[in-house]
Nanobody, 115 residues
Framework: QVQLVESGGGLVQAGGSLRLSCVASGTSSRSIFTMGWYRQAPGKQRELVATITSVGITNYADSVKDRFTISRDDAKNTVYLQMNSAKPEDTAVYYC????????WGQGTQVTVSS
């Protein structure tokens, strides 16, 4: 079993920055193949934001490329999402994701970008 706990959400002005963190427990993150972030805005489906594999291969949604950066620190069992140049359309609940045999999800953290 893998438990994921997100932190770092909050309110930020458009153009500002925010960093989300997600700590994995129940196993070493070194054994987790893929970690990442998804988001869900009100009335919309959950969508991919970014993922990173155990060897550092990253994948980003087109809408966040060149603005967001995903990274992981396996020594701390943590995955990060650095959000720069935030836009109001980035407002959503952000969910941490991990894949190890099956999908795991965190509880989510709210990010609100004001215009």
């Amino acid at each position: 079993q893998v438990q994921l706990v997100e932190s770092g959400g909050g309110l930020v002005q458009a153009g500002g920055s925010l960093r989300l963190s997600c700590v994995a427990s129940g196993t070493s993150s070194r054994s987790i193949f893929t970690m990442g972030w998804y988001r869900q805005a009100p009335g919309k489906q959950r969508e991919l934001v970014a993922t990173i594999t155990s060897v550092g291969i990253t994948n980003y949604a087109d809408s966040v490329k060149d603005r967001f950066t995903i990274s992981r620190d396996d020594a701390k069992n943590t995955v990060y999402l650095q959000m720069n140049s935030a836009k109001p359309e980035d407002t959503a609940v952000y969910y941490c994701y991990a894949y190890r045999v099956r999908n795991y999800w965190g509880q989510g953290t709210q990010v609100t970008v004001s215009s």
